[in-house]
């Protein structure tokens, strides 16, 4: 039973672990890129 339960945790645990680590650096890269969108080329931020 632990041989089956452990190899699925630690799957699980790493998916966990790359779509926090995706959303911690992709949230902040967009609004900086919208800000610099809009500073430099006038595009308003909700486009």
């Known amino acids: ?6 190899p699925i945790a630690i799957v699980g645990g790493a998916a966990g672990l ?5 959303l911690t650096i992709s949230l902040p890269a967009i609004i900086i890129w ?7 080329l006038g595009i308003p931020m909700t486009k």
């Open 18 to 22: 790359l779509s926090t680590i995706y």
């Open 1 to 6: 039973m632990n041989a089956i339960i452990f």
């Open 34 to 40: 919208k800000i610099y969108r809009k500073i430099h």
